[in-house]
């Protein structure tokens, strides 16, 4: 049981939902930084694959993009990606990417998971791809061989399974989800896409008004 209370924040970095959530997240996350650790989890949407996503897959997923352009002003997604790559369901790589970028150094496990997603929803690129990957770990100073060898190791797949079993442990279903950890159990926390006060309430109104607000 912590003695500081934890949320965290169970993601995947190729999930749209999460990727709408950005900008209220960080919000949320600032805003709490005095008084709640945080700890991101990635949750694995897709095991490895190299078989081409279906095409009834690829319209549902393009299909869920332009809904969060409705439901989330301003969110941007670049349909290019459908033309110019050819996607996988598989988003284990992209999760052991952020791993293994937490792994040289905690201050870059939130650029890679920024890095991923600026790549797939804004230029085109896709990081089910480890080349990919690998030139995005570059592109935020990481040792591009070194992460490589990294990505690729017992150490990060291990790594990945505590992080998925910690979802579980959490009773996850779907992401983004956050969920609160203090000495008496675990919530999960109400969030909206656009205003962080949903969360920062419900958290103040958890913890005894103890956030202040």
Not at 25 to 50: F, M
Not at 89 to 110: D, N
Request: charged fraction near 20%; proline fraction near 7%; aromatic fraction near 10%.
């Amino acid at each position: 049981m912590p003695a500081t209370p934890i949320l965290y924040y169970v993601h995947d970095p190729m999930c749209s939902w999460c990727y709408a959530l950005a900008p209220t997240w960080h919000r949320i996350e600032s805003a709490v930084a005095d008084s709640i650790a945080v700890q991101y989890v990635v949750g694995g949407l897709a095991p490895d694959s190299d078989q081409p996503m279906p095409e009834d897959l690829k319209a549902y997923i393009q299909n869920c993009w332009r809904r969060i352009q409705a439901v989330v002003p301003g969110t941007e997604f670049n349909f290019d990606f459908w033309t110019h790559c050819q996607p996988r369901r598989s988003t284990y790589p992209s999760c052991r990417a952020v791993l293994t970028a937490k792994h040289f150094g905690p201050h870059y496990e939130a650029q890679m998971i920024e890095k991923i997603q600026h790549a797939y929803y804004r230029e085109a690129r896709n990081p089910s791809d480890i080349d990919t990957l690998c030139e995005l770990a570059g592109e935020i100073g990481i040792d591009v061989p070194a992460f490589r060898d990294r990505i690729g190791s017992e150490a990060c797949e291990i790594e990945l399974q505590v992080d998925l079993n910690k979802t579980r442990a959490l009773g996850v279903r779907g992401f983004p989800s956050l969920v609160l950890e203090t000495d008496v159990g675990i919530t999960l926390v109400r969030h909206d896409y656009s205003d962080p006060r949903v969360t920062l309430e419900g958290l103040n109104a958890l913890l005894g008004g103890n956030l202040g607000l």
